[in-house]
């Protein structure tokens, strides 16, 4: 019997067969567990695609467009200042004239009196460059007399444009009249005395637009402002007076 116990085999327990008071068992996740990354070569890393928006390229495109337009403006100005050496005009006062100058009085002790005068400036246009031409627009000239608190306007007229050619110059006539324009007494007392013994102040303003051009071809048009005098009506009987240009606002040019 003893010989029968030992020889009887023993059954082997079935797949997933688990002992009812068994405690559970912990799964070993330390196979499992992933690597360090510095432990795996870079050639097992996944390579991520960069994706470029359209609002990224078409800001690039853009970036790209305007710098390439503003290079070859760059080189088209540096090429034809090269070629060109442009210059602005040279504008002087030649002379000035007063053909008529008379006060009437106004009203009784109202303190004012009327002034009528008829007055003439001749402006004289240079153009320095020797290959451009200058193309005047219609130009607004306003002329006055006195300095400080006693100036006085004496009208505005316009003139017609005209074009310079190279090397040229150009001696513009400008008439201006005032009737019966209102001034206090105490500033015909100082025009009256300044007028006889010619040290009364002239100053004439002409604005207009002065552009260059090749030929026929007009290039660039500005707007520049003309500040001429400054100077007594003895001084212009010797010398021309100076003129100052203004251009852009901002730009100021003077000529002796």
């Not at 068992?25 to 695609?49: A, C, L």
Request: hydrophobic share 35%; charged share 25%.
């Amino acid at each position: 019997m003893e010989a029968e116990k030992f020889l009887k085999p023993v059954l082997q327990k079935p797949p997933g067969y688990r002992e009812l008071h068994a405690p559970p068992e912990t799964p070993n996740t330390s196979s499992r567990r992933r690597p360090p990354k510095h432990m795996i070569p870079p050639s097992f890393y996944p390579e991520k695609k960069r994706r470029w928006s359209r609002c990224r390229l078409f800001c690039c495109s853009c970036c790209i467009t305007v710098a390439i337009v503003i290079l070859l403006m760059i080189l088209t100005v540096s090429v034809f200042f090269l070629r060109y050496s442009p210059r602005l005009p040279a504008v002087r006062l030649a002379s000035f004239r007063v053909t008529d100058f008379n006060f009437s009085g106004g009203k009784a002790d109202d303190g004012f009196s009327q002034l009528t005068a008829k007055t003439t400036a001749r402006l004289d246009f240079r153009n320095p460059n020797g290959k451009l031409r200058h193309y005047y627009g219609d130009a607004d000239v306003a002329v006055s007399v006195g300095d400080g608190d006693f100036e006085t306007s004496l009208g505005s007229t316009k003139v017609k444009g005209f074009v310079e050619l190279p090397g040229n110059r150009t001696v513009v006539i400008v008439p201006v009249n005032v009737k019966r324009r209102q001034v206090d007494d105490l500033t015909v007392k100082r025009l009256r005395g300044e007028m006889k013994s010619k040290k009364l102040v002239v100053k004439v303003t002409v604005k207009t637009k002065v552009g260059l051009a090749v030929g026929r071809r007009k290039i660039v048009t500005v707007g520049i402002s003309l500040s001429c005098g400054g100077v007594t009506l003895q001084t212009l009987d010797k010398q021309m007076a100076k003129c100052t240009i203004t251009m852009l606002k901002w730009y100021v040019l003077t000529f002796d």
